[in-house]
């Protein structure tokens, strides 16, 4: 058998309701706790992988990522540790953080007409002042997750992260066209099981077709 990576976006955070139902708030990592269906979920998918044998895990320190690794391992009957790296935190968002979008278009309004600007949430070249663009995040969290399986290629691998730092570690990993990456489907806290085999492969419930599934 195929060692085994599961990638997990946390489960619903504060600012990710809020962000349906009010003014947006520009969230990367922005520290923001799990609303109380956001530990039901990660509940859920604790139960989804138990039966799946877990020898590493590994978390962003951000609070919603950290939180969600704690309950899904809770529900695991052979738990391993849990590290943080904060090579796979989500992507920065620099002056931009926290404010909302209502600030952003009444103090940066070149980010919202400049064709050159205003891509900046999701952008392999362009991004907010201060801020990654997802060229940048993708080589960081490629170059962690690499120096993960090198020391543990045949451990199976449980990893806790955020839509655009997935999205773009995905991508990779199954050769996605770029255009593609930053529309990527990643529900909260939904496994996504990767077989390391070559090329990777998604097994189980959740496929390919269903990460272009908004495209």
């Not at 400049?114 to 080589?139: M, Y």
């Not at 570690?169 to 990643?186: A, D, M, N, Q, Y």
Request: charged share 25%.
């Amino acid at each position: 058998m195929k060692p085994l990576s599961v990638f997990v976006r946390h489960g619903e955070s504060e600012l990710n309701a809020h962000n349906r139902t009010h003014v947006q708030i520009a969230t990367g990592r922005t520290d923001t706790r799990l609303t109380p269906f956001g530990e039901a979920q990660a509940s859920e998918a604790g139960r989804s992988v138990a039966h799946i044998p877990l020898d590493f895990a590994v978390s962003s320190p951000l609070t919603r990522a950290r939180h969600t690794a704690e309950i899904v391992l809770n529900r695991h009957p052979d738990p391993p540790g849990l590290f943080l790296c904060p090579n796979i935190t989500e992507r920065s968002l620099g002056k931009f953080e926290g404010l909302s979008f209502d600030q952003l278009r009444k103090n940066y309004p070149e980010y919202f007409s400049d064709p050159g600007l205003v891509h900046w949430r999701a952008h392999f070249e362009q991004c907010a002042p201060g801020g990654e663009n997802l060229a940048q995040v993708e080589r960081r969290v490629c170059d962690a997750y690499d120096i993960l399986i090198r020391r543990l290629p045949q451990e199976n691998l449980a990893m806790f992260s955020h839509v655009m730092a997935l999205r773009c570690l995905l991508g990779k990993l199954l050769s996605l066209p770029r255009e593609e990456i930053p529309r990527l489907v990643i529900p909260n806290a939904m496994p996504l099981i990767l077989e390391r085999s070559r090329p990777p492969k998604l097994v189980g419930a959740f496929s390919i077709d269903d990460l272009r599934a908004a495209l």
